[in-house]
Antibody
Framework: EVQLLESGGGLVQPGGSLRLSCAASGFTFSSYALSWVRQAPGKGLEWVSSIAGRGSSTYYADSVKGRLTISRDNSKNTLYLQMNSLRPDDTAVYYC???????????WGPGTLVTVSS | EIVLTQSPGTLSLSPGERATLSCRASQTVISSYLAWYQQRPGQAPRLLIYTASGRATGIPDRFSGSGSGTDFTLTISRLEPEDFAVYYCQQYGSSPNTFGQGTRLEIK
């Protein structure tokens, strides 16, 4: 059974940093691109970033470019999102999903909440 | 980037009725790479339909998708109580992937 489980969310001050993790199981991790998607409270879904299976290619939404960094450790079956220079409008539930830019996303984690506030 | 506009914003129907949700794209969606997701309160999105009309594994056959080019439709033939949720369309044929703003399906 495919499972994705995010962790690392919490409360952080504006300008602060946070690292999210997404632990995966039930599939050959390195064979799949992965993505982060976020949802601000009461709002819709927004694609944030994607990474290829071997990690050689990464992609970012303009709203996060230069501040958020996606990476993966295929030996640990784990996806990461390093979040720097956080702003209040980064407040959202962050989901990891299996799939990249040109695929539908069949599997999603339950999400982790990031709150940026002083 | 491709902008997806969903209509209506809110749809009020009763169990057993038929629901028709629309998603219109600002440009042609390449290869009909259009997906529909259902999101219940407090849950992650769940994929229902991919490539405009393909039903994901485990999705009941009362859910169907259609369309091509710039106009797409999700139809729920007979609403069950668990179908009342928010529905999003997503295009993944052009970078960046983009989502519609959602249609809220509520019990009348």
């Amino acid at each position: 059974e495919v499972q994705l489980l995010e962790s690392g969310g919490g409360l952080v001050q504006p300008g602060g940093s946070l690292r999210l993790s997404c632990a995966a199981s039930g599939f050959t991790f390195s064979s799949y691109a992965l993505s982060w998607v976020r949802q601000a409270p009461g709002k819709g879904l927004e694609w944030v970033s994607s990474i290829a299976g071997r990690g050689s290619s990464t992609y970012y939404a303009d709203s996060v470019k230069g501040r958020l960094t996606i990476s993966r450790d295929n030996s640990k079956n784990t996806l990461y999102l390093q979040m720097n220079s956080l702003r209040p409008d980064d407040t959202a539930v962050y989901y990891c999903a299996r799939g990249g830019l040109l695929t539908a996303w069949f599997y999603w984690g339950p999400g982790t909440l990031v709150t940026v506030s002083s | 980037e491709i902008v997806l506009t969903q209509s209506p914003g809110t749809l009020s129907l009763s169990p057993g009725e038929r629901a028709t949700l629309s998603c219109r794209a600002s440009q042609t969606v390449i290869s009909s790479y259009l997906a529909w997701y259902q999101q219940r309160p407090g849950q992650a999105p769940r994929l229902l339909i991919y490539t405009a009309s393909g039903r994901a594994t485990g999705i009941p056959d009362r859910f169907s998708g259609s369309g091509s080019g710039t106009d797409f439709t999700l139809t729920i033939s007979r609403l069950e109580p668990e179908d009342f949720a928010v529905y999003y369309c997503q295009q993944y044929g052009s970078s960046p992937n983009t989502f519609g703003q959602g249609t809220r399906l509520e019990i009348k």
